[in-house]
């Protein structure tokens, strides 16, 4: 058996008869840091926001945020001007 540098996980060898806890130990180990690294990112603040973009007019230079939101089974896009 060899594993694997950054996390450990368990790589069967040619030889090596593969179990199935050592498939499941490995899924639980990159789960867990899946989850860790996607509450730790910029991704929660970003669904936290309902307008986490910007984009300026480049006709007018108003600058305005915009973002999706589920409503009533329907995408809506939506904006706002920045003042």
Known sequence: MKYTTNYNLKKPEGTDVVNID???YN???IDTELAARVKNS???LHLDDSLPHK??????GKVYKYGLKQQ??????MYQEVV
Do not use: E, G, K, S
């Open 42 to 44: 910029d991704f929660v």
């Open 27 to 29: 899924a639980d180990i």
């Open 72 to 77: 009533d089974n329907h995408i809506v896009f």
């Open 55 to 60: 984009f300026t007019d480049t006709a007018t």
């Open 22 to 24: 050592d498939l499941n």
